[in-house]
Structure formats: structure tokens, C-alpha cells
């Protein structure tokens, strides 16, 4: 009697995991749907910022409500002036290969201090003689906020000391340099505001990784399979086993 029930609990088991098996891989599917409407929603949202008009960089008193949702990549416009300062480079890869971001003290005329992004440097080429000056330069500029990139970068923390820098955390930047209150964002410029040679602006990279889909059907066929297990386990103790 004891034999008898043994296989009948273990196809019990067999059953129920493969159901549930099922329930969580399409809630998995589900997920990464809802994940990849939430995706495409962000890059049609920052499409329309990096094409509309330039905005005011915003100032003081708008800096505690910035946030990554609705306004990384929005279009802004600055007028002042950069500060005598040195300029940071801090470490880039783009499609031109690897090389340096320009970060330089910008001050607004609105009274604040902004970091700009003047553009790329080509490894090699990281000489202060190899870009155009614009120390005490008044100037004009278009360019995409981008929020300050705390924490470092490359899988390393950036170095101040050693002037190794691998993101572009602003206020961190601020301290290094001596240049006080800073924007927790920087801007990133365009190539009409650094036409280069060098450092070329405009070359901000904006695309977004959407893999959702094919995670999705994954997910989707797994629970059909279980699905199917299910079925034939459940169909299998329905027929019985087969005559002798």
C-alpha cells in the first residue's frame, strides 16, 4: 500500500511544480512587458527633450526637484563666462574610441556655477595645448543636462588626489578644483558651442538598451513548456498506465 501511494505523491509533486513553473515564468513575461512599454515611454519622452527648444539651465532654486525621469537630456541654454580654472578630464569611450570628457567651471550670468562639458579628447591628445583655450571666455552655449554621475565609473572610484577622474560627479569636480557651489548637474555642450577640433562637443551618446521583448518571449515559451509538461503529466494519469 505504501509503494502505491509513493508514486502517486511524486506525480502530485511533478504536477503542482510544473504549474507553478508556468505561473512564474508568464509572470516573468508580463514583467518585462511592462518593462518594455516603461522603456520605449522614456526614449519617446527623451527624443522630444533632445530636440526641443533650449530651455534656462535651471537654477538654485529649482535644483532639489531635477530627477533623471524628466529632466536628464533636456535641452538647456547657458550665458556667462568660464572660470579661470583647470579643466577636468575624466575618462571616455565613444564610437571615436577612447579618450577624456573636458569638464570646465562655467559661471552663469544668472549668478550660479555649472560645469560644462566642452566635449571629446582622443587618447593622447589629453595636453592642455591640444584644445582651444576659453579661460575667462564669455560665451554662449546650447548643450543636454545630464545629472551628476556620483560614485565613480569604469568599476572604479574617481581619485582627486591623483587627478584620475572616471565620472563626471560635479560636486566632487567642485571640491577638487576650489570652485565652491556647483549645479548637481553638468552640460553636456553641442558642436555649434564646441565646433573642436578639440574637444569636439555634440557627441553625447543617447541610446538605451531594449532587450525587453526578446526577454519576454523567453520567459513566455518557458511557461508554455511547463505548461505543456503539466498537461501531459496530468493527461498521462488520467489514461491510466497501459494494458499489460
Known sequence: ??????????????????????????????????????KLDLIARVEARIHAPPSAAPGPA??????????????????GRYLPLPETLTM?????????????????????????????LPEGRRGADERRKVAGEAASLVG????SEPGGGFLRANDPAAGRWYSRDAAQI??????????????DADAVSEPGPLPQGGMTQVSFRNTHLVYALTWFCLALMSAGAAAYLIRGKAEGPPPA
Open 1 to 38: 500500500m505504501g509503494q502505491g501511494r509513493r508514486p502517486h505523491t511524486a506525480h502530485v509533486i511533478f504536477v503542482a511544480a510544473a504549474c507553478l513553473f508556468t505561473l512564474i515564468f508568464a509572470g516573468l513575461g508580463i514583467w518585462q512587458m511592462q518593462r518594455r512599454a516603461w
Open 92 to 120: 571616455a569611450v565613444t564610437e571615436r574610441g577612447p579618450g577624456f570628457w573636458v569638464l570646465a567651471a562655467f559661471r552663469t550670468d544668472a549668478g550660479f556655477t555649472v560645469l560644462v562639458n566642452r566635449g571629446f
Open 174 to 187: 567642485a571640491r577638487a578644483q576650489g570652485v565652491g557651489e556647483v549645479a548637481p548637474y553638468f552640460v
Open 144 to 147: 543636454l543636462l545630464r545629472l
Open 62 to 79: 529649482e535644483w532639489g526637484k531635477l530627477s533623471a525621469a524628466t529632466d536628464e537630456y533636456r535641452r538647456v541654454s547657458l550665458q
